[in-house]
């Protein structure tokens, strides 16, 4: 199933900050696959609006998901609502910020 390989491609694009996947800082808000377009469809939200890192991050989505033989096109749209807290990042994520000396 195409979704599923999209969450598995989310899981290894890390923030350009820390090494944490986007899905384990929480910041994919849905994923969707349109099979006639053969186009992924994302929500996705920052930490911040003024992160530094936005266009970079949707960057190596594209080209994560570009990599799947059954996707043609990625379209990302940033939400702001739901709002971005620390209680978005997954517990592996927050285990692996510690180690690196961030508070979460």
Same mark, same amino acid.
């Given at each position: 199933?195409?979704? +599923?390989?999209? %969450? ?6 890390? #923030?350009?900050?820390? $090494? /944490? &996947? /986007?899905?384990?800082? =929480? ?9 006639? +377009? ?8 920052? @930490?911040?609006? =003024?992160?530094? +890192? ?7 989505? !594209?080209? +994560?998901?570009?990599?799947? $033989?059954?996707?043609? &096109? ?5 939400? %702001?609502?739901?709002? %971005? @807290?620390? #209680? !978005? ?6 285990? @692996?910020?510690?180690?690196? =000396?961030?508070?979460?």
């Amino acid at each position: 199933m195409v979704e +599923a390989r999209i %969450w598995e491609a989310l899981r290894h694009v890390e #923030d350009p900050e820390i $090494p /944490v &996947s /986007v899905l384990g800082m =929480g910041l994919i808000v849905s994923v969707a696959y349109d099979s006639e +377009a053969r186009r992924a469809d994302l929500e996705i939200t920052y @930490t911040a609006m =003024g992160c530094p +890192a936005m266009d970079f991050i949707q960057d190596d989505i !594209r080209e +994560a998901l570009l990599a799947d $033989p059954d996707i043609d &096109s990625v379209e990302i749209e940033v939400v %702001w609502d739901p709002v %971005w @807290t620390k #209680d !978005r990042i997954r517990s592996d994520a927050r285990a @692996t910020m510690r180690e690196l =000396g961030i508070a979460v």
